[in-house]
């Protein structure tokens, strides 16, 4: 990817991230999706880090690469915590919060220890290799559940406008981002890969911007336009 159209993205999707928070504020749906919205103030410090580390250091160095990988693994760790919220929601008449949170720690945890065992024979920058292993496997595991989501969303026949959009829009990011790692593990010096991640860093953002700008938060679409579900 051409440095400048790079840089273009990293900006753009920075300012985004602070434009979803300002609407939800706006829109007083902050507090309703805090999850959602302390991963959105989160993902723009971190932004801001990486962007001080890069400019002190250069994009190719130890420190960059370091900053890089800690902060994604832990900010793919903020949305797993983000989706699992949007499972409360979508399940919040059937009483079963204690059972969604318990299950939401046993799969996280079961995620680290399977990342751990993968790159327990390395013995070189071991806990470089875990937290990239962790995002990896994360960004899967958060493709299956939010799949899992649209289908519960589709037997129970969820018409919360504004919850659907949120959910989509979840499902297509980590799609992309799952997508990427399985291109760049199969075929290392695929150069194209490059852009995905940068532009669905955009597109997230985007989309709850409009969920919050456009879409109320009691709004409902016609069941007929979500999906046709037998009974």
């Known amino acids: 990817m051409p440095a400048s159209i790079g840089y273009a993205l990293w900006i753009l999707g920075a300012l985004l991230e602070v434009v979803v928070v300002v609407c939800a504020l706006k829109r007083h ?3 309703r999706y805090l999850c ?13 880090i990486r962007y001080e580390v890069f400019s002190k250091f250069g994009l190719r160095s130890h420190e960059y690469l370091y900053c890089y990988y800690y902060s994604d693994a832990v900010l793919t760790i903020f949305l797993y915590l983000a989706l699992i919220t949007l499972y409360l929601h979508v399940f919040d008449e059937m009483k079963v919060e204690k ?3 318990l299950a939401a720690i046993v799969l996280l945890a079961g995620t680290a220890l399977f990342s751990y065992a993968v790159v327990q024979q390395s013995s070189q920058r071991m806990f470089t290799s875990f937290v990239y292993e962790l995002s990896q496997n994360l960004y899967f595991v958060g493709l299956v559940l939010t799949y899992v989501l649209w289908g519960a969303i589709l037997k129970l026949r969820e018409t919360r406008t504004q919850l659907v959009q949120l959910v989509l829009s979840l499902g297509v990011y980590f799609s992309a981002f799952a997508a990427t790692f399985a291109l760049g593990n199969m075929f290392p010096n695929l150069q194209s890969v490059t852009y995905i991640a940068p532009l669905f860093g955009c597109m997230l953002p985007l989309a709850w911007a ?10 409902r679409m016609v069941p007929a336009r979500l999906a046709v579900v037998p009974r």
């Open 210 to 219: 409009y969920a919050f700008v456009r879409l109320s938060p009691d709004a």
């Open 29 to 31: 749906s902050f507090h």
């Open 99 to 101: 059972y969604v949170r």
């Open 36 to 48: 959602l919205n302390l991963y959105m103030l989160f993902s723009f410090v971190v932004s801001v």
